[in-house]
């Protein structure tokens, strides 16, 4: 059975982005077809500045969010990184495989790192070798495949390369994983910025959708969303960028394809209203039931607790070959 590891980061509310990218695959699709294992990667959240206590609330927020877009604990495996220590034993390893230069290449270094040094903030060694972290995520579980949105492609890439490396040098030890993405919406974009990509890390601004707004805060974000200077409705993301991420967005939660919903509306205005009506619609249930799932912490405590457990025994016996792979004595 295809094993697959994928994981959302505890450094903001998820956003519509989180989710047409990646949540709601693993829900529909992953977990039924797959043996798949499910992580909010909490130490991923602290490559900048963070603030415990927020970091805190995030990480149960995001556990919470994975069960309300329908993860089941009985079809896959959901926790907690922090709680799972092999992913940090095998990090080290692969940190010692991988080079200086291919982690100063990986754009999210780039950008993150400028932005931190603009504000006069300094870069933690962490926003460096996080990559790696990632890397050691994904080998721990002699993962398949990564169901990610696009931003993340460079990360995989790197993973199968220091897979490759390190099988090659010390024995076969991983499966080389291979990253995979929905057909629409693998990058929505900010609506009031659509050369950017939601984020739910970015300033909290009027172009992002998070799970958790609720149906006027989506429509309202939606009918203000940017679009372009010409009036007719086109799929076109280099000319129309703002219509295109909004045909993109209606197309991910109705169905059909981008090109063919672009000849159905004469106006922007049309279509941003179908737009808000399909989100708030897709996103009802999810906020529902992460209000009922949010009066029953220790159900979610229980859920983190069992899949750790789970995650662990999955994990250590690869890692531990990885171990002795590279030459360290095994434990007594
Ligand atoms: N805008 C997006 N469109 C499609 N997929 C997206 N994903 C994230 N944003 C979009 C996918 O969601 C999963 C979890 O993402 P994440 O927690 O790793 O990243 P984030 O939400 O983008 O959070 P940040 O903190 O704002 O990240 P940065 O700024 O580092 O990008 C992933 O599968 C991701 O692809």
Redesign the pocket.
Same mark, same amino acid.
């Given at each position: 059975m295809t094993r697959i590891f994928? @994981?959302? =980061?505890?450094? @903001?509310h998820?956003?519509? @982005?989180?989710y047409? @990218? *990646?949540?709601r695959r693993w829900a529909e699709v992953d977990q039924h077809q797959s043996d798949a294992l499910f992580s909010v +990667?909490d130490l $991923? *959240?602290l490559t900048v500045e963070h603030d415990p206590a927020r970091l805190r609330r995030l990480s149960r927020q995001a556990a919470t969010l994975m069960l309300a877009a329908g993860l089941d604990p009985a079809l896959c495996t959901l926790f907690v990184q922090s709680h799972v220590v092999e992913h940090v034993r095998l990090s080290y390893l692969l940190e010692c495989t991988a080079t200086d230069g291919e982690l100063r290449r990986m754009i999210?270094y780039k950008e =993150?790192g400028a932005q931190a040094l603009a504000a006069g903030r300094s870069v933690r060694v962490s926003l460096l070798t996080y990559p790696v972290l990632m890397a050691a995520d994904i080998l721990a579980y002699g993962t398949d495949e990564v #169901? +990610?949105?696009?931003?993340?492609t460079q990360h995989v890439e790197l993973t199968r390369d220091l897979a490759v490396r390190f099988n090659q040098r010390y024995g076969h030890t991983f499966t080389v994983p291979k990253a995979t993405h #929905?057909q629409v *919406? *693998?990058?929505?974009?900010d609506l009031q910025d659509p050369a950017s990509?939601?984020?739910?890390? $970015?300033d909290a601004g009027a172009g992002i959708v998070y799970l958790l707004d609720d149906a006027d805060q989506v429509r309202k974000k939606i009918m203000r969303a940017v679009t372009d200077s010409g009036r007719e409705v086109e799929y076109d993301r280099e000319r129309s960028p703002g219509v295109a991420n909004l045909l993109e967005i209606l197309s991910a939660c109705v169905g059909g394809n981008p090109i063919d919903l672009a000849g159905v509306y004469e106006s922007y205005g049309v279509l941003k209203r179908d737009v808000a009506e399909a989100v708030v619609e897709l996103l009802r249930p999810v906020r529902e039931r992460h209000a009922e799932l949010a009066s029953d912490p220790g159900y979610v405590d229980q859920v983190l607790e069992e899949g750790a457990e789970r995650a662990r025994g999955m994990a250590r016996p690869r890692v531990d070959a990885a171990y002795a792979a590279f030459g360290l004595l095994p434990m007594g």
């Open positions: 994928s @994981g959302i =980061k505890p450094t @903001g998820a956003t519509l @982005g989180n047409l @990218g *990646a949540m +990667v $991923h *959240a999210q =993150k #169901p +990610v949105g696009d931003d993340q #929905p *919406a *693998a990058r929505v974009m990509k939601m984020g739910k890390s $970015h």
